[in-house]
């Protein structure tokens, strides 16, 4: 989830449905998280990145597909007319990608 106040999402999700967020924000090469599972003991589902100061970026749900190579499905992307901006690596340690597909309808990649 990308969201300008982090804070209160973790606290909505966590009272709402029962969610475990992370205390420790983590940051990363886009924006600060906070990793999250359905639920304590349960392994990490996603995280809720602060996008505060980035300009152009609304709130939205950005949803990772798992692939074999993250190079292989940004190159699919670009021959296809979409886009996708450079990799990296995630707190897990898995390598991904953020993408937009030619509508603009972003999503991400990821191989680990």
Same mark, same amino acid.
Do not use: K
């Given at each position: 989830?990308?969201?300008?106040? !982090?804070?209160?999402?973790?606290?909505?999700? #966590?009272?709402?449905? *029962?969610? +475990?967020?992370? +205390?420790?924000?983590?940051a990363s090469v #886009?924006? $600060?998280?906070?990793?999250? =599972?359905? /639920?304590?003991?349960? $392994?990490? !589902?996603?995280?809720? /990145?602060?996008?505060? @100061? &980035?300009?152009?970026?609304? $709130? #939205?749900?950005?949803?990772? %597909?798992?692939?074999? =190579?993250? +190079?292989? !499905?940004?190159?699919?992307?670009?021959?296809? *007319?979409?886009t996708a901006f +450079?990799?990296?690596?995630?707190? =897990? @340690?898995? &390598?991904?990608?953020?993408?937009?597909? $030619?509508? *603009?309808?972003? %999503?991400?990649?990821? !191989? *680990?």
């Open positions: 989830l990308n969201t300008h106040n !982090a804070f209160i999402a973790r606290t909505n999700y #966590h009272e709402l449905l *029962g969610w +475990d967020v992370a +205390d420790v924000t983590t #886009h924006a $600060p998280f906070h990793e999250f =599972s359905f /639920a304590r003991g349960l $392994p990490r !589902a996603g995280a809720i /990145a602060d996008i505060t @100061g &980035r300009r152009g970026i609304h $709130p #939205h749900w950005l949803h990772f %597909f798992r692939v074999a =190579s993250v +190079d292989n !499905a940004m190159a699919v992307t670009r021959r296809a *007319g979409g +450079d990799a990296g690596v995630g707190a =897990s @340690g898995d &390598r991904l990608a953020v993408c937009e597909d $030619p509508q *603009g309808a972003a %999503f991400g990649v990821m !191989a *680990g």
